[in-house]
């Protein structure tokens, strides 16, 4: 789906905000006229949405009803307006994005320290897992053309969720929440490694990640935070034995797929409000992993991180946890997000490494 202008834009903040959206979007739908014939899921009403990842964030977190939504879906397209609106003239692709992008806060120097601090924190006993981020940042060229960022993320990354949203941009591996028709779906990633260099080193990586302790560890920690959240949500909630390996072009994940029915009315907004954060973009136990997180981390994540996606009239929607994504403020200047999980068992360069994998997509398509 693409959208083109604002009908309606609706913002929220502090530790309430996912809630706010969701009672707000309730009474959006309720006082709307809605003639869909088309009557799939994307069809008729729909907002799309990004929101900040920590309660105490200075960015604002917003739903946002465009003019126009054009959409494919199985082979049906259609064009969704709102009061009539009229599609406007298509702008000429503008100059592609070459930007250099360098050490924001924290450095890779930096980083590693602050793992190390991490390391500790977990062998003192304050967390069992917590998941540190670090940034780069750059200034826009006033020429470019944001729309070829985003087609290059979604062409490079074909199986991941790409989205530009308020200038959120980018490409998750990692699904938050989907529900469709009483039906609710989640994927949760955590532990990773690099690609090999052929198919005899690239099968050899994820056969050692597959294996790794440290990897099951961080992923059991991951998945078990989504089952106990969205439990009071859903029966018959079920998932594989063990963890699969996801392919993606720089990284092999271990994943599971998290399936089930729901059973309380929820909309998709109430379910990342019971979800947020996870484990695997905040750590275990979730508020001393949020302390630790702002403690080390010297900078707000913004909505890094956070819930990005779409929601429609009906509460059903999909929503990615916003990875792979780079902030683009209105004054051209551009922050990009990665991190990592940490455990008893991480080594602060290796931590390091695995953040300059993550960095990657975006690094790339800022730079075509």
């Given at each position: 789906?693409?959208?083109?202008?604002?009908?309606?834009?609706?913002?929220?903040?502090?530790?309430?905000?996912m809630?706010?959206?969701?009672?707000a979007?309730?009474?959006?739908?309720?006082a709307?006229?809605?003639?869909?014939?088309?009557?799939?899921?994307?069809?008729?009403?729909?907002?799309?949405?990004?929101?900040?990842?920590?309660?105490?964030?200075?960015?604002?977190?917003?739903?946002?009803?465009?003019?126009?939504?054009?959409?494919?879906?199985?082979?049906?397209?259609?064009?969704?307006?709102v009061?009539?609106?009229?599609?406007?003239?298509?702008k000429?692709?503008?100059a592609?994005?070459?930007?250099?992008?360098?050490?924001?806060?924290?450095?890779?120097?930096?980083?590693?320290?602050?793992?190390?601090?991490?390391?500790?924190?977990?062998?003192?006993?304050?967390?069992?897992?917590?998941?540190?981020?670090?940034?780069?940042?750059?200034?826009?060229p006033?020429?470019?053309?944001?729309?070829?960022?985003?087609?290059t993320?979604?062409?490079?990354?074909?199986?991941?969720?790409?989205?530009?949203?308020?200038?959120?941009?980018?490409?998750?591996?990692?699904?938050?929440?989907k529900?469709?028709?009483?039906?609710?779906?989640?994927?949760?990633?955590?532990?990773?490694?690099?690609?090999g260099?052929?198919?005899?080193?690239?099968?050899?990586?994820?056969?050692?990640?597959?294996?790794?302790p440290?990897?099951?560890?961080?992923?059991?920690?991951?998945?078990?935070s989504?089952?106990?959240?969205?439990?009071?949500?859903?029966?018959?909630?079920?998932?594989?034995?063990?963890?699969?390996?996801?392919?993606?072009?720089?990284?092999w994940?271990?994943?599971?797929?998290?399936?089930?029915?729901?059973?309380?009315?929820?909309?998709?907004?109430?379910?990342?409000?019971?979800?947020?954060?996870?484990?695997?973009?905040?750590?275990t136990?979730?508020?001393?992993?949020?302390?630790?997180i702002?403690?080390?981390?010297?900078?707000?994540?913004?909505?890094?991180?956070?819930?990005?996606g779409?929601?429609?009239?009906?509460?059903d929607?999909e929503?990615a946890?916003?990875?792979?994504?780079?902030?683009?403020?209105?004054?051209?200047?551009?922050?990009?997000?990665?991190?990592?999980?940490?455990?008893?068992?991480?080594?602060?360069?290796?931590e390091?490494?695995?953040?300059?994998?993550?960095f990657?997509?975006?690094?790339?398509?800022?730079?075509?």
């Open positions: 789906m693409a959208g083109v202008g604002e009908a309606l834009r609706l913002e929220f903040s502090g530790p309430h905000r809630t706010e959206a969701a009672d979007w309730r009474a959006v739908a309720a709307a006229t809605v003639h869909d014939e088309v009557g799939v899921p994307g069809t008729g009403l729909v907002a799309f949405g990004s929101f900040a990842f920590d309660d105490e964030s200075a960015e604002k977190s917003v739903l946002i009803v465009p003019s126009i939504v054009i959409g494919r879906r199985d082979g049906v397209a259609w064009i969704t307006r009061d009539g609106a009229e599609l406007p003239p298509g000429p692709v503008g592609s994005v070459r930007l250099s992008l360098v050490d924001g806060a924290l450095g890779a120097d930096g980083y590693a320290q602050a793992v190390a601090r991490a390391v500790d924190a977990i062998g003192d006993g304050r967390v069992s897992k917590v998941v540190l981020a670090r940034d780069l940042v750059g200034t826009l006033p020429e470019a053309d944001l729309r070829l960022v985003a087609a993320l979604l062409t490079a990354y074909p199986d991941c969720y790409a989205f530009a949203v308020d200038g959120l941009i980018g490409a998750s591996p990692e699904t938050l929440v529900s469709e028709r009483g039906e609710v779906s989640a994927r949760v990633l955590a532990g990773s490694a690099a690609r260099v052929d198919s005899t080193t690239d099968e050899q990586a994820a056969l050692s990640l597959a294996t790794s440290k990897d099951l560890d961080e992923h059991a920690f991951a998945l078990r989504l089952l106990l959240s969205l439990g009071p949500h859903a029966r018959d909630v079920v998932t594989g034995e063990q963890p699969f390996t996801l392919r993606l072009p720089n990284l994940h271990l994943a599971s797929d998290v399936r089930g029915r729901l059973t309380d009315g929820s909309s998709s907004l109430d379910l990342i409000a019971s979800l947020h954060p996870t484990a695997a973009v905040a750590g136990p979730t508020q001393e992993a949020l302390a630790l702002r403690e080390l981390e010297p900078f707000d994540r913004g909505r890094y991180a956070g819930p990005v779409w929601v429609g009239a009906d509460g929607g929503w946890i916003a990875l792979r994504c780079a902030q683009v403020d209105r004054d051209g200047s551009v922050r990009a997000f990665a991190g990592a999980g940490v455990v008893a068992e991480s080594v602060p360069e290796r390091v490494a695995e953040t300059a994998m993550k990657r997509p975006v690094v790339d398509a800022f730079s075509r």
